[in-house]
């Protein structure tokens, strides 16, 4: 079983599109994230979520909407969608907080167009 | 702001040769280092991890370690294999509950039949 799985795989939408993805581990984890990667391969955190309550939230447009349905769930939802949203977006958890190793799914490639 | 880089941005080595991969970081706090693999249409991967009452670690075939006083962390794979080929991150974060992990710049290690 994947530990960290991650729906769907590609997304190919129009702009202004609104468009979900779905993350799911079955780790028994705490804490879940959204990252962000763009075409030079760098990551950058979106949100992070602890047993369902946000608590890091980067500078991301209020178009990104995550939430968390339970502790082994982070979905996000992204309305109206822009052409520099296309980017990979990966799905992590960890045990407890961010001072532990990471556990990635294997991304959703976006692509508006 | 605070920031985590890699020195070079790829790295060509024979198989069978030792590879090491450079990182530098600049938060003093950061407590918490971590070395993760992609590969191409993957999430990162975990390799090995290091804490700042640390300096060296050793796992199979690799070894980080860690210099606090120059802010430098460093991946050594021994015997490099076809298989390492991939991109490589460092990653470090603060000790806080709501501490988040910071990616560095990736690297590409490219090994040679």
């Known amino acids: 079983d994947t530990a960290v799985s991650q729906t769907p795989k590609y997304l190919v939408t129009q702009m202004g599109n609104d468009k979900s993805i779905k993350c799911e581990q079955n780790?028994?984890?705490?804490?879940m994230y959204w990252y962000k990667q763009d075409s030079k391969k760098f990551l950058k955190i979106m949100f992070s979520?602890?047993?369902?309550?946000?608590?890091i939230n980067e500078t991301v447009p209020n178009r990104f909407s995550p939430k968390s349905p339970d502790k082994a769930h982070l979905n996000l939802h992204i309305n109206s969608l822009e052409l520099g949203d296309s980017a990979v977006y990966f799905c992590?958890?960890?045990?407890?907080?961010?001072?532990?190793?990471?556990?990635f799914g294997s991304g959703t490639q976006l692509s508006v167009l | 702001g605070e920031s985590v880089g890699l020195h070079l941005p790829t790295l060509s080595v024979q198989e069978g040769d030792n590879s090491i991969i450079n990182c530098a970081y600049s938060n003093s706090a950061s407590d918490y280092f971590i070395w993760y693999k992609q590969e191409s249409g993957k999430g990162p991967q975990f390799i090995i991890d290091?804490?700042?009452?640390?300096d060296k670690r050793q796992g199979q075939r690799v070894t980080v370690l860690l210099n606090k006083t120059v802010k430098h962390l460093s991946l050594q794979i021994a015997a490099t294999q076809p298989g390492d080929s991939a991109v490589y991150f460092c990653?470090?974060?603060?000790?806080?509950?709501?501490?988040?992990?910071?990616f560095g710049k990736g690297i590409t290690l490219s090994v040679r039949p």
């Open positions: 290091i804490r700042s009452n640390m």
């Open positions: 780790l028994g984890h705490d804490t």
């Open positions: 990653a470090e974060t603060g000790s806080g509950a709501n501490s988040k992990l910071t």
């Open positions: 992590a958890s960890s045990h407890r907080t961010a001072n532990e190793k990471l556990f």
């Open positions: 979520y602890n047993n369902k309550e946000l608590i």
